[in-house]
């Protein structure tokens, strides 16, 4: 009788496939106290744990493993002693904010050596995202019904994410991945139909990631065009600048004639006008700009340096006028413990030192993805590569926008994408 045997290295293996299967489905979140923790969440990091105690640890002790440690024990330490002497948090924020950070600072290190197939997370993300956008056009159209539709608060598709918001990032960060696979292989039709799905499914949504959508579009068209002139001829390129015009076209047209215009054009209005501070009445958007003054406050309270601590978020007294229009509506508690933003978060609890650390090391990671696509056997080969790394970085993109939670699979699996991508083909 044969022993059935499985190799203690492909068991965070398993459960960082596992974590991606699981990542839409934030309905199913861990609910403790008033916080839900998103399984996908919790499986990232004890795979890397794992990962760090079972991969030759005694054998091998790798020099990212004594960064690991390095850092995890400065950090923990630093801002440890910062919340015995500062009390900006109860305890039990502190410990969570510290568990989250720890686990994407190590995410952020580790991650690229895990030998993860990519082509396999690519194909588990194709198959979830297409089942999302069907499933969000059935809650259009049987179970809302287009006459209610965003007739309330909930009257809006999210599939199984928490929030419509969450579904549409997700959505539109698939579209721009597909829409550059598509350019780096015209031939391929099949991604082209999926950048629009998805880019429709988006918008059902409502979500006002369409202003991440166009931000990250905008910024990508840029890159590959400066990637593609390098070494394509004329034709090809002569197709290319086809394709980008007639994105421009539909974008141009959706964004005047839907978008501003049309059927919902109010709920988009109302979450973008702030030109006239005084008559800004979105709830939505009093909480973002409220945020931001409360980033803002952090930062000359910390001396723009460390920040105000971990799980601070909410917890010191500022000045906001928006805060005080959001007090007068009964809603003074909306989103004023995660500011409404990952970048207004981060800044208040870490402080800009560190968020400037963190931009960075993103920026070399897109000129990192920018040499890779330079090469015009890789943009083809090695399309996954291409769709893993937009998809992750417009999530974050969209995040450090408007979606300030830790605890959330989309911020996960966005860093642990830019991180664990080796954009050497050799090695892929």
């Not at 973008?272 to 952090?298: C, F, H, Y």
């Not at 981060?346 to 650390?357: C, F, N, P, S, T």
């Not at 960075?360 to 015009?376: A, N, S, T």
Request: charged letters at 15%; glycine letters at 4%; aromatic letters at 20%.
């Amino acid at each position: 009788m044969k022993r059935f045997y499985i190799n203690q290295n492909n068991i965070y293996k398993f459960l960082i496939y596992f974590s991606f299967l699981l990542f839409p489905f934030q309905n199913l979140a861990l609910r403790i106290s008033s916080s839900s923790y998103d399984w996908t969440v919790i499986l990232l990091i004890i795979s890397i744990f794992l990962f760090f105690i079972l991969d030759d640890f005694q054998k091998n002790f790798k020099l990212k493993k004594k960064i690991a440690i390095l850092s995890t024990l400065i950090f923990i330490t630093y801002y440890l002693i910062s919340h015995i002497i500062n009390y900006e948090a109860p305890i039990t924020r502190f410990l969570a904010s510290l568990l989250w950070l720890v686990g994407l600072l190590n995410i952020i290190i580790l991650s690229s050596s895990v030998k993860i197939n990519q082509n396999l997370i690519f194909k588990i993300l194709s198959i979830l995202l297409f089942f999302i956008c069907i499933h969000i056009w059935i809650e259009y159209f049987l179970v809302i019904g287009p006459e209610n539709y965003n007739s309330h608060i909930k009257a809006r598709s999210m599939s199984f994410f928490a929030e419509p918001s969450y579904a549409g990032l997700i959505l539109y960060a698939a579209a721009i991945g597909y829409f550059f696979i598509f350019i780096s292989n015209i031939e391929k039709k099949i991604y082209l139909f999926l950048f629009l799905l998805n880019v429709s499914s988006a918008y059902i949504t409502l979500s006002l990631h369409i202003v991440t959508f166009i931000i990250s579009l905008s910024f990508f068209i840029i890159l590959f065009l400066f990637a593609i002139k390098k070494n394509l001829s004329f034709k090809f390129n002569y197709k290319i600048y086809f394709y980008f015009l007639m994105l421009f076209s539909l974008m141009g047209y959706l964004l005047v004639f839907h978008v501003l215009n049309g059927e919902y054009g109010n709920h988009f209005l109302s979450r973008l006008t702030v030109v006239d501070p005084e008559k800004i009445k979105n709830v939505s958007l009093l909480s973002w700009l409220r945020g931001m003054d409360q980033a803002i406050a952090s930062l000359y309270k910390s001396y723009f340096v460390f920040g105000t601590g971990l799980g601070s978020t909410g917890e010191f007294e500022f000045y906001s006028e928006y805060g005080n229009k959001l007090q007068h509506v009964g809603l003074a508690n909306l989103t004023l413990k995660d500011s409404y933003s990952l970048f207004f978060r981060l800044i208040i609890e870490i402080g800009l030192l560190a968020v400037i650390i963190f931009l960075v090391y993103i920026l070399l990671r897109i000129m990192d993805f920018y040499h890779f696509i330079c090469k015009q056997n890789s943009r083809k080969k090695y399309r996954y590569l291409i769709f893993n790394f937009l998809f992750g970085i417009t999530i974050l993109i969209g995040s450090l926008i408007k979606e300030p939670n830790f605890s959330r699979s989309s911020l996960y699996i966005s860093v642990f994408l830019i991180s664990s991508i080796n954009f050497n083909p050799k090695k892929n």
